[in-house]
């Protein structure tokens, strides 16, 4: 096990009724609240009212952001940081899912930099402070609530970048399952293909003596995988909602990943791909992720063996370990697809005229990929297979 450091502030605040921990934990900001949130779904079940009522019950100044999209557009986030200088905010209340939060915590950075935010994005800059913000949780998904990082597109240049910051963590995090039991089944189904990569994405790294961080990432892919179908049959279904926000919020909030770093190459191929052509990130993810456990799986085949005996109980007398391998490798890939989620990137219209674009975006940070190196020519067979 590597040497690590692990840091993570956010005040997680679990189960049914958190949202009466709002006020409490605002009590110590100021007076002018920016509220951000997506296109209107907490409208409609009366998670709106909810809030604003106990915003105005403390008499805070509320200014709204609305709009954000999937995949969250750098232009929403100059709005955000215009309100936020014009109107001195003091603090950021976002409602939503990832895409509200990402860019919730963009605006928090814009917020407080002299420059364009996409400048920190793009370039990586690192900052020394932001405005403070909460999230409240709607869609399991992303583990944004319980992190530093964020993801937004540039639609100009055609860019999706990811970049990390300590001084965007939330103060608190209102995680209520309950706000999720609305969800429509396409958005819960990304949702659930989304946290199984985070954890895969962290499981093929190549630190040693870590059987029991490997044990906390196959108890909860196997707990998502036990949950999903369960899930879809009982969408509002307490229970089953809270065991996929525990694990989507667990996947990505730094408790796996202690003492190793994980590849994140599926992940780097997909924000190509969705920065250009601006489709779901579960759905891409979802085509991508097998296809690159395919070309990886000669490279460590014991690794692979590992995942297919112990999360999808491949049986693994008198085979090889690239065969066992490749049997995980094809369960995953129908479990998926049993949730009904594309498997080829024609699905979304995608052909080969504009891959070399995507293979240029891809390669951005020159080559990755820490588990399986990849190169220009890598990322291009697997752009070609998955179409």
């Known amino acids: ?197 985070h954890i895969l994405e962290q499981y093929f790294h190549n630190g040693e003596d870590s059987n029991l961080q490997d044990s906390f990432s196959e108890i909860t892919l196997k707990t998502i995988i036990e949950t999903a179908s369960k899930l879809l049959e009982e969408p509002e279904n307490y229970d089953y909602r809270a065991k996929m926000m525990y694990a989507g919020t667990i996947a990505l909030n730094g408790t796996l990943q202690s003492g190793y770093r994980g590849d994140w190459t599926a992940h780097i191929i997909e924000h190509a791909v969705s920065g250009i052509y601006h489709t779901p990130h579960g759905g891409g993810l979802a085509i991508l992720f097998p296809i690159w456990m395919k070309y990886a799986l000669a490279s460590q085949p014991a690794r692979f063996k590992q995942l297919a005996v112990r999360v999808f109980s491949v049986e693994s007398t008198g085979k090889s370990d690239e065969q066992i391998g490749n049997e995980g490798i094809q369960a995953l890939q129908q479990f998926w697809e049993s949730l009904g989620v594309p498997s080829r990137l024609s699905h979304y219209g995608i052909d080969s005229s504009r891959l070399e674009e995507i293979v240029d975006r891809a390669m951005i940070r020159g080559e990755f990929g820490r588990f399986y190196p990849m190169n220009r020519k890598k990322v291009m067979e697997i752009l070609q297979a998955a179409l």
């Open 1 to 197: 096990m590597n040497r690590f450091i692990q840091y993570n502030p956010v005040k997680w605040i679990f189960g049914k009724g958190s949202i009466n921990r709002l006020q409490a934990e605002l009590a110590v900001y100021g007076k002018n609240i920016l509220l951000v949130y997506g296109g209107g779904s907490i409208k409609r079940n009366g998670l709106y009212e909810e809030v604003l009522g106990k915003l105005n019950d403390d008499q805070v100044n509320v200014y709204e952001l609305s709009g954000i999209e999937p995949n969250p557009r750098l232009a929403v986030v100059h709005k955000g940081v215009e309100i936020c200088k014009k109107e001195n905010i003091d603090f950021i209340l976002a409602v939503g899912g990832g895409s509200v939060i990402d860019s919730a915590k963009a605006i928090a950075a814009g917020a407080k930099y002299s420059g364009d935010v996409w400048e920190l994005i793009s370039q990586g800059k690192p900052i020394t402070e932001a405005l403070p913000l909460g999230t409240i949780l709607t869609l399991a998904a992303t583990g944004s609530e319980m992190n530093a990082g964020l993801v937004i597109t540039n639609t100009d240049t055609n860019e999706k970048i990811d970049w990390h910051s300590q001084y965007v963590f939330p103060k608190f995090s209102i995680c209520d399952p309950t706000y999720t039991t609305t969800v429509p089944r396409d958005q819960t189904v990304f949702g659930i293909v989304d946290m199984m990569s």
